[in-house]
């Protein structure tokens, strides 16, 4: 089992930037795919951005690229989650998901198999 433990999280306002982690344990995660979803309230989970096992590939929601970027630390066994240029339609639930395939062949929420319990993002305008 993996265990996923996301934090950072907080308020800031419309411009700033916020790191979220993603410390995992139970097993190393380095050949794991890890990924990042937000859900915001009333709104389906969205897939945010993903990292696969060699740090070699990566991939972003669209209207993320750019702004954010995923990495991992092989040493720490967290994967993280840089935010820039934050808007307020950047707020929601952010969640940290493992795939035991560490390839992003497929990325969808359906793919991973282990999930944090979330760490919440609010934007002010």
């Known amino acids: 089992q993996v265990q996923l433990v996301e934090s950072g999280g907080g308020l800031v306002q419309a411009g700033e930037s916020m790191r979220l982690s993603c410390a995992a344990s139970?097993?190393?995660?380095?050949?794991?795919?890890m990924g990042w979803f937000r859900q915001a309230p009333g709104k389906e989970r969205e897939f945010v951005a993903a990292?696969?096992?060699?740090?070699?590939?990566?991939k972003y929601r669209d209207p993320t690229k750019g702004r954010f970027t995923v990495s991992r630390d092989y040493a720490k066994n967290t994967v993280y989650l840089q935010m820039n240029s934050l808007t307020p339609e950047d707020t929601a639930a952010y969640y940290c998901a493992a795939k035991w395939d560490g390839t992003l062949t497929r990325y969808g929420a359906s793919e991973f198999d282990y999930w944090g319990q979330g760490t919440q993002v609010t934007v002010s305008s």
């Open positions: 990292i696969n096992w060699s740090g070699s590939k990566t």
């Open positions: 139970g097993r190393n995660i380095s050949s794991y795919a």
